[in-house]
């Protein structure tokens, strides 16, 4: 495990199982400077091995869904492993978050950071080409970053992002209907009942999904939009708008931490995690997956998720903190 951040500022523990994010906290001055816990996190390595909410990992080859666990590229289909229902889900039946990772490099100080690097191979649930990836992380005047590098040696679709569950009110005991989010998006993805992408990019306005003002999390009731019934609840990637300095902000009333998101990445998966209280009784959490578009490979229409020979794939997403 490493530990990133200062004694008075943001700390983030850093597992080399998957690149998990173990903890995060930041002293609040609503908690009288008392470090505020802002992620969940399990009690020790085999909770880890054995979850199945994907909780702090890194997330691929491909994040979200795949549809039909199948898609076509360059003339040739390709059949991957079904891990949800008839899909393919954050990458397959075993994912980035499930390997032991390779400490490249890490350095302390006032900009700490571990890098990290994994190599999926050719074949690994079902996608072409031996695809190397390094992870830089990094803690610096209360921002957590995340960037991404790949390569491969055919071509493949990768959707790479982090799977922390956010408890910025530092108490996974309380609901997330109070805080207070706001996303720079005037589209958004959406899905059927399988919660796979149906190709469209549809306009948020007049939806329950317009959180271009700041406004509660709270989950509106399933005849408020078809949209809210089919996910039963938020589980949508919101389409960035591209000129957007900041991706989104979360904000507890109840702890007074903020967290900006920025990155370069096309969408951004916000999920109320509804099933946590059946997987961990008595947790809430919240979800923000910077991503490229879920299901891209199968809709003509999203941007390409597609990395080539020759070329290399560089992403962030960073994590903001004040409070």
Known sequence: MHTLGSDDGLQAE??????????????????????????????????????????????????????????????????????????TLHGGETGFGKYVWKVLDVHGGNAACVKLGHLSPAGINGFPGNLDVTALISVFENTLTLAYEATTDAPTPISMT????????????????????????????????????TGEIAPVDGTPLD??????????????????????????????????????ELYSPASGVRMRVKTNLPGLQVYDASHLPVAYPGWHALCLEPENFPNAPNHANFPSSILRPGETHRSFMSFSFSG
């Open 162 to 197: 982090w799977h922390p569950y956010f408890t910025l009110s530092g108490d996974p005991g309380t609901s997330i209907d109070e805080q207070q989010l706001t996303i720079a998006a005037s589209h958004y993805l959406p899905v059927n009942e399988l919660r796979v992408t």
């Open 14 to 87: 850093i597992l080399t199982l998957g690149g998990t994010l173990r903890s995060l906290s930041l002293p609040a001055r609503k908690a009288g400077g008392k470090r505020v816990p802002l992620v969940l996190s399990l009690p020790d390595l085999p909770a880890y091995l054995a979850d199945t909410s994907y909780l702090g990992q890194l997330v691929g080859r491909y994040g979200n869904r795949i549809g039909g666990a199948a898609f076509d590229l360059d003339g040739k289909h390709y059949e991957l492993t079904a891990n949800n229902g008839r899909n």
């Open 211 to 248: 959180f271009r003002e700041s406004k509660a999390v709270r989950v509106p009731p399933p005849t408020s939009h078809p949209q809210i019934r089919l996910a039963t609840g938020y589980d949508h990637c919101w389409v960035l708008d591209q000129d957007a300095a900041v991706a989104a």
